[in-house]
């Protein structure tokens, strides 16, 4: 069936950087779009960041321009987040997701979702 798991998540400080993974199984990765989302605690889901499915187009949330950089190994089936000069804002359950529409911030245009790991910013 279909997977979508991810790790990397974790407790860092205020300009610090992490790095999250996602491991896809049961689909064929290479031909879905890919994103990160982010849900903090009674806020709605935002879109962090989404990758075509060559992995030559990228399209970043504006809260998290020049800061987070998305990327994917279709060989591997992974998807990664870098995250640099971390906020406390940017506390939140992190979620990959695939979709079928290429470039769309909107979690209802997605199929799959992973179970989320939890990122905190904090000192």
């Known amino acids: 069936q279909v997977q979508l798991v991810e790790s990397g998540g974790g407790l860092v400080q205020p300009g610090g950087s992490l790095r999250l993974s996602c491991a896809a199984s049961g689909f064929i990765f290479s031909s879905w779009y890919m994103s990160w989302f982010r849900q903090a605690p009674g806020k709605e889901r935002e879109f962090v960041a989404g990758?075509?499915?060559?992995?030559?187009?990228?399209y970043y949330g504006e809260s998290v321009k020049g800061r987070f950089t998305i990327s994917r190994d279709n060989a591997k089936k992974m998807e990664y987040l870098q995250m640099n000069s971390l906020k406390p804002e940017d506390t939140a359950v992190y979620y990959c997701?695939?979709?079928?529409?290429?470039?769309?911030?909107?979690?209802?245009?997605?199929?799959?979702w992973g179970q989320g790991t939890q990122v905190t910013v904090s000192s």
């Open positions: 990758i075509s499915w060559s992995g030559r187009n990228t």
């Open positions: 997701a695939a979709g079928l529409a290429t470039g769309t911030s909107d979690p209802s245009k997605y199929h799959y």
